[in-house]
């Protein structure tokens, strides 16, 4: 079936530290990939997708790019704030309508 | 506020005792979907409506759970007969049409069983 890996976490950075989050996936189809975020206390927030091989999602300063031939969606920010302190999930749309997130991976970012 | 809406936030039951979430999508959209979230995971499909019809379900969805969407707008989950492994966030979705539009959360409820 249909899988998500994240990196382990907690990832803890300084502000203005550049960010890399790995994601792997496994599907049998052609999947459509998200980074979904979880602030504190908040529901869970789509933050950037790519639905084919190639496509670059970005939002808030944040990308991921859709590697099929390493079957990798990475989510990367060049300089991270404080204000992007939360778990970041990388999830997946297959052949149905369901999502199949990751583990998810806790960043704290100190001042 | 025209986002998803769950009732209650936060639920403490008693083994043995049935429990019932309830989920409002945001009005336009005719899919909603429900997930379950354990501590330290990311959450994991239980079912999804199209308007009133249940279109998926998970093998995590025991016999003890349904689902209902009756008029398809809201919905509720129930859980009978509440075992300690129920313990968790369990979260509603909802979207508009096909597979690839973003699905847009609620809150959660969170369940407790003691």
């Known amino acids: 079936g249909d899988s998500v890996t994240q990196m382990e976490g907690p990832v803890t950075l300084s502000e203005e530290a550049f960010l890399t989050i790995n994601c792997t996936y496994t599907?049998?189809?052609?999947?459509?990939l998200f980074w979904y975020v979880q602030y504190p206390g908040e529901g869970l927030q789509l933050l950037l997708k790519?639905?084919?091989?190639?496509d670059k999602g970005s939002n808030k300063g944040f990308e991921a790019t859709y590697r099929k031939e390493t079957t990798s969606f990475h989510l990367e920010k060049g300089s991270v704030q404080v204000s992007d302190s939360a778990v970041y999930f990388c999830?997946?749309?297959?052949?149905?309508?369901?999502?199949?997130f990751g583990e998810g991976t806790q960043l704290t970012v100190n001042p | 506020d025209t986002g998803v809406s769950q009732d209650p936030r936060h639920k403490i039951t008693k083994r043995g005792q049935n429990v019932t979430f309830r989920c409002d999508p945001i009005?336009?959209?005719?899919?909603l979907y429900w997930y379950r979230q354990t501590l330290g995971q990311g959450p994991e499909f239980l079912t999804y409506?199209?308007?009133?019809?249940?279109?998926?379900k998970s093998r995590l969805l025991s016999n003890r759970f349904s689902a209902e969407r009756p008029k398809g707008s809201f919905s509720t989950l129930e859980i009978q007969r509440t075992e300690q492994g129920d313990s968790a966030m369990y979260l509603c979705?909802?979207?508009?049409?096909?597979?690839?539009?973003?699905?847009?959360f609620g809150p959660g409820t969170r369940l407790t069983v003691l």
């Open positions: 999830a997946l749309i297959d052949s149905g309508s369901r999502l199949t």
């Open positions: 790519a639905t084919k091989a190639d």
């Open positions: 979705a909802s979207s508009l049409g096909l597979a690839l539009f973003e699905q847009f």
């Open positions: 009005s336009e959209h005719n899919r």
């Open positions: 409506f199209q308007n009133e019809a249940q279109l998926e």
């Open positions: 599907a049998t189809g052609y999947p459509s």
